[in-house]
């Protein structure tokens, strides 16, 4: 069983440029959740993807954007990047057709914003 | 806003003893919690869920929901070194559990050999 994998591992980006992160579900996970985790805080929910469609936010503004791929893998995309972008980007899969839901992590995408 | 409320910590436990974490939830409407370790530098990783009133255990670990008290506490027993981490408490953003998950800041706990 193939977990999920998550790419680039580290980016270094400037203010107001925009970044693409990529996530691969785990084989037979079809939802694809992204999260936000700045140091010492728990992940946030950004948004989540199921069946090609955003399917439940959190608090994040437009500019943080997703797609999601016939073959459920997902790309995070944000754009106008701030310094408080600052973080460590995980990619969580699960399957909806099991409950209760479990969701499995990647490695994760350090993105540096300067 | 769904809130998880977890102490920060560190928490400190010798080895050997048991380690408990607490967690405190605002939504009476969420039906099921998770908790997840974290290593530094590492993504979190599943230790168990919990659904239902009462315990559950499984190998070392003891997850504890009172639904009335919007509580849920993990124990782990026979602490290792190895179980020194951030540990992280969650449910679901929306009661349905069709979204992702809220989650807590998460209890740094240190196992003192």
């Known amino acids: 069983e193939t977990g999920v994998t998550q790419s680039p591992t580290h980016l270094i980006k400037t203010r107001g440029q925009q970044v693409t992160l990529r996530c691969s579900s785990q084989?037979?996970?079809?939802?694809v959740s992204w999260y936000q985790q700045a140091l010492g805080q728990g992940p946030q929910f950004i948004f989540q993807y199921y069946r090609e469609e955003e399917n439940g936010r959190g608090n994040f503004p437009p500019r943080f954007s997703g797609l999601q791929f016939p073959n459920y893998s997902s790309e995070l995309n944000v754009n106008a990047l701030e310094l408080d972008d600052s973080a460590l980007y995980l990619c969580?899969?699960?399957?909806?057709?099991?409950?209760?839901?479990?969701?499995?992590f990647g490695p994760g995408t350090r993105l540096t914003v300067l | 806003q769904k809130e998880v409320e977890q102490n920060s910590g560190p928490l400190s436990v010798p080895e050997g003893a048991i380690a408990s974490l607490n967690c405190t939830y605002s939504?009476?409407?969420?039906?099921?919690f998770f908790w997840y370790r974290q290593y530094s530098g590492k993504s979190p990783e599943l230790i168990m869920f919990?659904?239902?009133?009462g315990d559950k255990e499984d190998g070392r670990f003891t997850a504890q929901l009172n639904k009335a008290s919007q509580y849920v506490s993990l124990l782990i027993r026979d602490s290792q070194p190895s179980d020194s981490a951030t540990y992280l408490c969650a449910v679901p953003h929306s009661g349905g559990g069709a979204d992702g998950l809220t989650f807590g800041k998460g209890t740094h706990l240190i196992i003192q050999p």
């Open positions: 939504d009476r409407g969420s039906q099921s």
């Open positions: 969580a899969s699960s399957s909806r057709d099991r409950g209760p839901k479990e969701q499995f």
């Open positions: 919990i659904y239902s009133n």
């Open positions: 084989s037979g996970h079809n939802t």
